[in-house]
């Protein structure tokens, strides 16, 4: 082997990580619910498991198989495209509530989400 070509080992270049802008941490989760079909409730817990730290589930009304997920009010773009591919493989029913208004003495309720503190359930019966 006195002929072979002398390799050489090329260290990686190191890259410099962009985080871009960085958003203040929420005061408040947001919320939605989802009605499911009962015996496609496994599949839909699989499906937003399997997207790392979207969002989690949990059964609001166990009778009509209705979903409470909550996640973070900066990934509500992201949230929305999962539902939506989501869909192609599940039938669900989405339910948005109104987006409670931070100021304190107005009574009036902007559309979007509700932003919950805590462990708030709702029922999806009408």
């Known amino acids: 082997m006195e ?19 960085t ?3 929420p005061e408040n989760s947001a919320c939605m619910y989802v009605q499911i079909a009962p015996h496609d409730v496994g ?3 699989f499906l ?11 059964v ?11 996640f973070s009010p900066h990934q509500e773009k992201a949230m929305r495209a999962w539902l939506k591919a989501a869909a192609e493989t599940i039938d669900f ?5 109104p ?11 902007a559309p979007g989400l509700l932003l919950v503190a805590g462990g708030a359930e709702g029922n999806c019966r009408d």
């Open 3 to 21: 002929n072979a070509p002398e390799l050489k080992l090329i260290a990686p270049k190191k890259r410099r990580m962009h985080f871009g802008r």
């Open 23 to 25: 958003l203040p941490p």
């Open 43 to 45: 599949m839909f817990r």
């Open 48 to 58: 937003l498991e399997a997207e790392d730290n979207l969002g989690y589930m949990s």
């Open 60 to 70: 609001a009304d166990r009778w009509s198989a209705c979903l409470k997920v909550v």
């Open 93 to 97: 029913k989405e339910i948005w509530l």
């Open 99 to 109: 987006r409670q208004n931070n100021s304190v003495n107005s009574g009036e309720k």
